[in-house]
């Protein structure tokens, strides 16, 4: 039976669209030279596969067609970065291969069915397919959405998008969905706050970038508020930082609404995000008619790029 035959016999075979939340290294991955890659995609799968422009962080990839159609364009997508994957460990030293990881955007008003009473539903779907999946407990900013986060092998993750795509038959959005939209980071001294994927590189211009897996270590012991390590002149948590290098600053043109995570209960957060990164941080005070609130790190580049990266964490929490 050919692609197409087999699409057109699925009980399922709606029309759907779910939507992506990847970086920019992802997205050119998908992309490939020329966009011969994505292509290829849409092509192959009979989905529509758009991808947002801009010069934000992240991108938004919006995959729509037949229910088989978007079932075959996530097992290429997931099938693309495993293959990144694999070629990015013969470069390194890691020797424990990461699972594949992709992040939905997805209706807050459909989460509920996506968890079930009691958590049963997002159980059942991690049992069944072998995935990882989290939902996220809070909307995406300026959005009604939430990401939902899938890890796994390209198999089990394209198993995972059948479970959700059949909750999302089943349970259709409650009233209207405001869609999230990734915040434009500005370039130059000053940079605005933008959501960063937890497996990026995250890098400063002429500073510092950090590793994969190091940055995925942050990220987990920011989300998880376990005690984090301080970095020292040599830290074995993150070899290669030295806290010792030539002091630089960096602004952030930081939203009032996310001050209040990112200080803490009387300053708890803040304190423990200098500590981690051995850097200095100043608020400014609010500005009568602003939305904006200025934050000035100052430190060696690895701990600026500490800091920024933390503040991120903790404001998306």
Excluded: W
């Amino acid at each position: 039976m050919s692609f197409k035959e087999e699409m057109a016999s699925d009980s399922l075979n709606v029309t759907l669209t779910l939507r992506l939340l990847m970086h920019g290294k992802e997205v050119g991955s998908i992309i490939g030279k020329k966009g011969e890659t994505v292509k290829k995609m849409r092509e192959e799968s009979g989905a529509r596969i758009n991808i947002s422009e801009g010069s934000s962080p992240e991108r938004i990839v919006t995959i729509t067609g037949p229910t088989e159609g978007i079932f075959r364009a996530f097992s290429m997508i997931a099938q693309k970065f495993e293959e990144d994957i694999a070629a990015a460990m013969t470069n390194s030293n890691v020797t424990s291969k990461p699972p594949v990881t992709l992040r939905l955007v997805f209706p807050g008003s459909q989460c509920g069915s996506l968890i079930g009473k009691g958590g049963s539903k997002i159980k059942e779907i991690r049992e069944t397919t072998g995935a990882q999946v989290q939902v996220a407990g809070d909307m995406l900013p300026d959005s009604t959405e939430r990401a939902v986060t899938i890890s796994g092998t390209p198999q089990a993750i394209t198993q995972c998008v059948r479970h959700i795509c059949s909750v999302m038959l089943e349970s259709p959005p409650k009233g209207a969905t405001i869609p999230y939209h990734p915040k434009i980071l500005a370039t130059g001294a000053h940079a605005v706050l933008a959501p960063q994927h937890p497996a990026q590189a995250f890098a400063i211009p002429g500073q510092y970038a950090f590793a994969h897996q190091n940055l995925t270590k942050l990220h987990q012991l920011a989300m998880q508020h376990i005690p984090l390590p301080s970095l020292g002149q040599s830290n074995p948590t993150f070899p290669g930082l030295d806290a010792s290098a030539p002091s630089a600053t960096q602004d952030l043109a930081i939203p009032n609404d996310f001050i209040g995570c990112i200080i803490g209960r009387q300053g708890s957060k803040i304190n423990e995000i200098r500590q981690v990164s051995g850097a200095h941080i100043k608020i400014a005070s609010a500005t009568d008619g602003s939305t904006m609130r200025q934050v000035t790190i100052t430190g060696s580049p690895g701990s600026i790029s500490v800091a920024q990266y933390l503040i991120n964490a903790r404001s998306i929490q």
